[in-house]
């Protein structure tokens, strides 16, 4: 069975400053992984995904993220966070019946 | 293009009443995905309709919720007779068919408060 843990349910960082949010992932096959994002009122919005191509995805936004298989882990990253950064972040993986399973939410608060 | 669109954005109703939700998917997606995410915890799977059949309805809680998908379009979900914990928001999602289906697109949403 699949399953996500993310590491820190509130995460917050100076406005230029580096955001790390953590996703390990448990998974008995090859999975595909996701970062959406939650903004207020919104709907889930995604931001990249991971499909067994390469290891490094980019996203929307300036987010990008890194499948390392050997610590099953898929961290979304920023190099500088901007206001409008502040929103909940979810990581998902999902499995060959394309059910998905999420991790319990990040939010993100941007300190000016 | 039209997104995922929910219907009511957020319903407040008494324990033993009954309420149903709406979800209007993308124009032409065949997969439609209902997830509910409790206070606190994780976004957790319902059910799965391709077009108007029930693909995979392992997630739903109990015999209190009843989905369907008149037609292979819009998707209701009841829950009848509401319970406390059946408190939180529900999520609607569609995809399309073949290499594309890993790619759900979400709705915002439904926050049901049961009192």
């Known amino acids: 069975a699949q399953s996500v843990t993310q590491l820190g349910s509130h995460v917050s960082v100076s406005e230029g400053a580096l955001v790390l949010l953590r996703c390990n992932y448990s998974?008995?096959?090859?999975?595909?992984l996701f970062w959406y994002v939650q903004y207020p009122n919104q709907g889930l919005q995604l931001l990249l995904k991971?499909?067994?191509?390469?290891?490094l995805v980019k996203g929307i936004n300036g987010f990008e993220a890194e499948f390392k298989k050997s610590e099953t882990s898929f961290h979304l990253t920023k190099p500088s966070a901007h206001m409008s950064d502040a929103a909940e972040y979810f990581c998902?993986?999902?499995?060959?019946?394309?059910?998905?399973?999420f991790g319990t939410g990040t939010s993100l608060t941007v300190i000016p | 293009e039209a997104g995922v669109t929910q219907f009511p954005s957020h319903s407040v109703i008494e324990k033993g009443q009954t309420v149903t939700l709406r979800c209007d998917p993308i124009?032409?997606?065949?997969?439609l995905y209902w997830y509910r995410r409790v206070m606190g915890k994780e976004i957790k799977f319902l059910l799965h309709?391709?077009?108007?059949?029930?693909?995979?309805e392992s997630g739903m809680p109990n015999n209190r919720f009843l989905a369907e998908r008149t037609g292979g379009t819009y998707s209701t979900l009841k829950v009848q007779p509401a319970e406390l914990e059946d408190s939180g928001v529900y999520f609607c999602?569609?995809?399309?068919?073949?290499?594309?289906?890993?790619?759900?697109?979400f709705g915002a949403g439904t926050r049901l408060s049961v009192l």
């Open positions: 999602a569609s995809s399309q068919g073949g290499l594309a289906k890993n790619i759900q697109y």
């Open positions: 124009s032409g997606h065949d997969n």
């Open positions: 998902a993986v999902s499995d060959p019946g394309n059910q998905f399973y």
């Open positions: 309709f391709v077009k108007e059949s029930k693909q995979d």
């Open positions: 998974s008995s096959v090859p999975p595909y």
């Open positions: 991971y499909t067994s191509a390469a290891t």
